[in-house]
């Protein structure tokens, strides 16, 4: 299922809601498969991670990606001016 929950002058975001029978020993192993697959999809055909809500930990693999080496060292950089100890977010974007 999907609806449209923005759209804008270049497209639109898109939620999607997956419905699928679960395994309960391995509910996180399917959501985690779904997920890559669902994510590798919305790339391939053009589409970006997240809008308005931001990237998160669930993300942060595709990031450099989507992205580009380019944008990915610019938020290194700026993380490396405004928290050079590192205290904010460890580990979540970069």
Request: aromatic letters at 6%.
């Amino acid at each position: 299922m999907a609806h449209l929950s923005h759209s804008y002058l270049d497209g639109a975001c898109l939620y999607f809601t997956i419905l699928y029978p679960i395994d309960a020993g391995r509910d996180l192993e399917q959501w985690a498969a779904i997920k890559r697959e669902a994510t590798e999809a919305i790339l391939a055909a053009g589409g970006t991670l997240s809008h308005h809500h931001g990237v998160g930990v669930d993300h942060r693999e595709w990031m450099a990606r989507e992205r580009g080496a380019l944008a990915t060292e610019l938020l290194r950089a700026a993380k490396r001016a405004v928290d050079p100890r590192g205290l904010m977010n460890p580990g979540k974007l970069l």
